[in-house]
T-cell receptor, first 115, second 114 residues
Framework: AQSVTQPDIHITVSEGASLELRCNYS??????LFWYVQSPGQGLQLLLK??????LVQGIKGFEAEFKRSQSSFNLRKPSVHWSDAAEYFC?????????????FGAGTRLFVKA | DAGVTQSPTHLIKTRGQQVTLRCSPI?????VSWYQQVLGQGPQFIFQ???????GRGNFPDRFSARQFPNYSSELNVNALLLGDSALYLC?????????????FGPGTRLTVL
């Protein structure tokens, strides 16, 4: 069965420091991969996505992610974190099985940014 | 242009009751997906509809059902409510079905079951 694991429940980084959020997935075929951000009162917003091609994808707000098939990973990175990046981050995989298409989300990583 | 809209914003029901949640997609979008997000967890996929047909179903009991109307709006129905159904219910619209079209999420309906 398809699954998404985000090993870190929460992460704290200093403003201006670099960030890496981890994501591992389980899916037999080439997956569609996504990162979303959820802020209070803002709803879920797509940061970036990977379908095929270049394994390093650029997203909005200065985020990027790298797809590593050998490690079944799709880690999110940002070189310099801003206080406004504090939010919940979700990795997701789009997959097709006997039930049709579905998007499976990880449990999320809460990012705290300290001044 | 308006984004995805959901109604109501909040809802309180008691166990055993039935509830209907509504979603209006972005104009021009033909696909709607429903998710359940329990506090402290990631969204869980319930259904995807495209062109009024079910295109995907998650691991939810038959108490959960949905439909999509000719104007592409959608309703999610939950029968025989349980305490565990308390959650934020999210609707997302996309231009196409499947996974290649970006999903735009609504603000959600907060359901509390007492």
């Amino acid at each position: 069965a398809q699954s998404v694991t985000q090993p870190d429940i929460h992460i704290t980084v200093s403003e201006g420091a670099s960030l890496e959020l981890r994501c591992n997935y389980s899916y037999g075929a080439t997956p569609y991969l996504f990162w979303y951000v959820q802020s209070p009162g803002q709803g879920l917003q797509l940061l970036l996505k990977y379908f095929s091609g270049d394994t390093l994808v650029q997203g909005i707000k200065g985020f990027e992610a790298e797809f590593k098939r050998s490690q079944s990973s799709f880690n999110l990175r940002k070189p310099s974190v801003h206080w406004s990046d504090a939010a919940e981050y979700f990795c997701a995989v789009g997959a097709t099985d006997t039930g049709g298409f579905k998007t499976i989300f990880g449990a999320g990583t809460r990012l705290f940014v300290k001044a | 242009d308006a984004g995805v809209t959901q109604s109501p914003t909040h809802l309180i029901k008691t166990r055993g009751q039935q509830v209907t949640l509504r979603c209006s997609p972005i104009s021009g979008h033909k696909s709607v997906s429903w998710y359940q997000q329990v506090l402290g967890q990631g969204p869980q996929f319930i259904f995807q509809y495209y062109e009024k047909e079910e295109r995907g179903r998650g691991n939810f009991p038959d108490r959960f059902s949905a439909r999509q109307f000719p104007n592409y709006s959608s309703e999610l129905n939950v029968n025989a409510l349980l305490l565990g159904d308390s959650a934020l219910y999210l609707c997302a619209s996309s231009l196409l079905g499947g996974g290649t079209s970006e999903q735009f999420f609504g603000p959600g309906t907060r359901l509390t079951v007492l």
